[in-house]
């Protein structure tokens, strides 16, 4: 089923019909996630989820076998990939290879937001 989500122009970083939710998983901290593609769309490949980090808020340090894509698009964060820690900021794109270890952080005072683009599990 094709679909569009139009943006919200707010300051929330909101899209019309996604609801946000909270992240609630050991090794997370004042995270939320919207599912722009996935399940409910009847996406067969890949899903489409935007994050946003509260100030101080981050996504758990870990690995896995499948790869992230994303696109920051609200304010500026860290992220980790192996030992490296780089500062990203809106538009910069990250690749994490699977069986990376990574960690998205926000040790900023505005909201980090971005899109995270994962193959469907």
């Known amino acids: 089923m094709s679909v569009i989500h139009k943006f919200s122009k707010n300051k929330n970083f909101q899209w019309e019909d996604v609801k946000g939710n909270p992240i ?21 490949i890949s899903i489409m989820r935007f994050i946003h980090l509260k100030p101080g808020g981050h996504s758990r340090l870990e690995k896995h ?23 990203v900021e809106p538009f910069d794109v990250v690749f994490v290879e699977g069986n990376e270890l990574h960690q998205f ?17």
Do not use: R, W
């Open 65 to 87: 076998p499948h790869e992230h894509e994303v696109i920051i698009l609200q304010g500026k964060g860290k992220v980790q990939i192996g030992t490296e820690i780089s500062d």
């Open 105 to 121: 952080s926000n040790p900023y005072d505005d909201v980090f937001g971005f899109i995270c683009v994962i193959p469907k599990l």
């Open 24 to 44: 609630e998983m050991e090794g997370v901290k004042s995270a939320a996630i919207h599912i722009l593609i996935g399940e409910k769309e009847k996406a067969p």
